[in-house]
Nanobody, 116 residues
Framework: QVQPVESGGGLVQAGGSLRLSCAAS????????MGWYRQAPGKERELVAK???????TYADSAKGRFTISRDNAKNTVYLQMNSMKPDDTGVYYC??????????WGQGTQVTVSS
């Protein structure tokens, strides 16, 4: 069973940067896409960015030009570098790993708070 584990959340001022990491343990060779989703208070969970095993990336419009997703397949780890952060980036960030055996598996989430 694949289990994503996030790290790197915290409090940052507007304009600052944070880097999130997500390591997926278990049947790592079954993982295809890994991504980051955000859930703001009172809102639904939404895609921030995702990356395929081959390195193809997809970003939400709100993340384009500010966030960068990258992946280390050897470590089965995905990173989200967030720059020029805004208060609207506040929320719980969840890592998702799509496994061909188990479907989409979620991490426990990490809180990101951007103060104005």
């Amino acid at each position: 069973q694949v289990q994503p584990v996030e790290s790197g959340g915290g409090l940052v001022q507007a304009g600052g940067s944070l880097r999130l990491s997500c390591a997926a343990s278990g049947s790592i060779f079954s993982i295809t896409v890994m991504g980051w989703y955000r859930q703001a208070p009172g809102k639904e969970r939404e895609l921030v960015a995702k990356i395929t095993r081959g390195g193809r990336t997809t970003y939400a419009d709100s993340a384009k030009g500010r966030f960068t997703i990258s992946r280390d397949n050897a470590k089965n780890t995905v990173y989200l570098q967030m720059n020029s952060m805004k208060p609207d980036d506040t929320g719980v960030y969840y890592c998702a790993a799509d496994s061909i055996n188990s479907g989409r598996l979620w991490g426990q989430g990490t809180q990101v708070t951007v103060s104005s």
